[in-house]
């Protein structure tokens, strides 16, 4: 059974970029019918905030990637001290004492030397002695993880293909603080391994942690942990905006600023599935379509552009096929079903229907119409015969006896019945005016109001 987390760290609002994340994961998990796991990435006690946990659940739900199980690291932290007792047992963890600051010049001589800025285990080198001297100091040590330099890594990346590494040109990764709190390299590993994760999918800024990672998982293995279970990688191309780089202005581009801007969701997501592969992005409103079509296989390694002009394009032809239902609760009082299709094709979010519902319930401007004008709307006002199908027989009425055609005919019933130049077809609109409105607006127009 396959199964797929999103593992977001809750010290800010989800942006495009993890959203990206989420999506992917959910469409492996549902394409292949396993599951999807939310786990809440909160070692870092004092960056996470619950806040920001219910911002995550919030947009997950309103992107509908509702996860099949929630987990969060806090409340696994007695799973990561037996798995670290042993690694510490069979040697794969050790206890180190350089202070940040000592670690920063060993990493500049090593750059002034116009070598490769690796931790040198120094600490490896410590004895019993060493130890318990700190000890009597009070120092209590961090740890790293102890890279197997015997152990090529490899493994065939879901997206990148084969991948090398050189356990040697890696620093052993720090795993522990000296406080006891987790950086999030092992108890990653850790939960992937207890919960079954068959996928990890992610952005390439994680491909070196994989790395390191692929080790622990093997060193957990080794240690009677988890029984050697190892997931297949794949690591997606990062997103970058117009202008290069997006992390200047995830700010705006969070899940709920762009959702207070009148995004749909469901455009997010058809965005979002498709940028970065070879297939087109188009407003697929159907989760089943999207997820059929999703695979691995057309994701590129370049960069994917990510672009506010495509998403307000996609969201235009997604609200275009919202029901009614879907969008009643959130358009102004009075407006039907009948008035929703009426204006859709004219909108660009649905929030824009309000201002279409104001030119129906009025009062509109009036535009300055010129005395012939007016003598011809005050025709029309005449010639019209109301029924289910006014405005057809009425237009074609006025063609006759005016000899008016095209924009002569129509721009000035438009704009006398709307105050505008352009919007809903006349023929939808008219009934949503009514009789009385219509010839009001109408002698208004030619003057006789
Ligand atoms: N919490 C990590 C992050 O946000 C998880 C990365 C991962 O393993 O997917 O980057």
Same mark, same amino acid.
């Given at each position: ?10 010290? $800010? ?14 469409? /492996? ?10 786990? !809440? ?22 992107? &509908?990637?509702?996860?099949? &199980? ?21 040697g794969r963890v050790y206890p180190c004492y350089e202070t940040p600051q000592e670690l920063d010049l060993k990493r500049k001589v090593l750059l002034g030397r116009g070598l490769p800025p690796i931790y040198d285990r120094a600490a490896l080198a410590l004895t019993?002695?060493d130890h318990?001297?700190m ?6 040590p961090h740890w790293r993880f102890l890279l197997d330099h015997a #152990? ?6 879901? !997206? ?5 590494f050189d356990p040697a040109s890696l620093s052993d990764p720090v795993v ?6 987790? +950086? ?24 070196s942690?994989?790395a390191a990672?692929?080790q622990?998982?093997?060193? +957990?293995?080794?240690?009677?942990? $988890? ?27 969070? @899940? ?14 058809? /965005? ?11 407003? !697929? ?11 691995? &296989? ?19 032809? !997604?609200?275009? #096929? ?58 029309? #006002? ?20 005016? &000899?008016?055609? $095209? ?11 709307? $105050?505008?130049?352009? @919007?809903?077809?006349?023929?939808? /609109? ?16 030619? @003057?006789?109001?």
């Amino acid at each position: 059974m396959t199964v797929t987390r999103f593992a977001p760290s809750p010290t $800010g609002l989800l942006h495009v970029g993890n959203i990206r994340t989420a999506l992917h994961n959910w469409m /492996l998990a549902r394409k292949a019918g396993g599951r999807f796991l939310l786990r !809440i990435d909160d070692t870092d006690a004092e960056r996470s905030r619950e806040e920001f946990v219910e911002a995550i659940r919030a947009d997950l739900a309103w992107l &509908g990637l509702a996860p099949d &199980g929630e987990t969060r690291q806090s409340a696994r932290l007695a799973i990561y001290d037996e798995a670290f007792e042993r690694l510490r047992a069979a040697g794969r963890v050790y206890p180190c004492y350089e202070t940040p600051q000592e670690l920063d010049l060993k990493r500049k001589v090593l750059l002034g030397r116009g070598l490769p800025p690796i931790y040198d285990r120094a600490a490896l080198a410590l004895t019993d002695a060493d130890h318990a001297r700190m000890a009597a100091e009070g120092q209590a040590p961090h740890w790293r993880f102890l890279l197997d330099h015997a #152990q090529p890594i490899e493994w065939h990346d879901g !997206i990148r293909g084969p991948q090398h590494f050189d356990p040697a040109s890696l620093s052993d990764p720090v795993v522990r603080r000296a406080d006891g709190s987790w +950086l999030y390299m092992l108890p990653s590993a850790i939960d992937d391994v207890e919960m079954g994760v068959t996928d990890v999918l992610r952005g390439e800024d994680h491909v070196s942690n994989t790395a390191a990672q692929l080790q622990m998982f093997a060193a +957990l293995g080794a240690a009677g942990f $988890g029984e050697g279970n190892m997931p297949r990688f794949a690591h997606e191309a990062l997103l970058v905006g117009r202008e290069g780089k997006l992390s200047k202005r995830l700010g705006s581009l969070s @899940g709920q600023a762009l959702r207070e801007a009148g995004i749909e969701p469901q455009a997010l997501v058809a /965005l979002l599935a498709r940028l970065g592969t070879s297939q087109p992005v188009e407003p !697929i409103a159907d989760r089943a379509a999207l997820v059929e079509t999703y695979d691995l &296989g057309t994701f590129g390694r370049a960069p994917a552009r990510f672009d506010e002009d495509e998403l307000a394009r996609v969201n235009q032809g !997604i609200v275009h #096929q919202l029901s009614f239902d879907e969008v009643a609760d959130r358009l102004p009082e009075g407006m039907d079903a009948g008035a929703w299709l009426a204006v859709r094709p004219n909108l660009e979010k649905v929030s824009d229907a309000h201002d279409w519902w104001r030119v129906v319930t009025g009062p509109i401007e009036l535009p300055v119409f010129d005395q012939e004008t007016r003598a011809f709307l005050s025709e029309a #006002q005449g010639a019209l015969v109301w029924s289910d199908n006014a405005w057809a027989t009425w237009t074609a009425a006025l063609k006759d006896s005016t &000899g008016r055609k $095209g924009k002569a005919l129509f721009l000035p019933l438009r704009q006398a019945l709307t $105050g505008q130049d352009a @919007g809903p077809e006349m023929a939808r /609109l008219l009934p949503l005016l009514g009789e009385t409105t219509v010839r009001r607006r109408l002698r208004r127009a030619a @003057g006789e109001d």
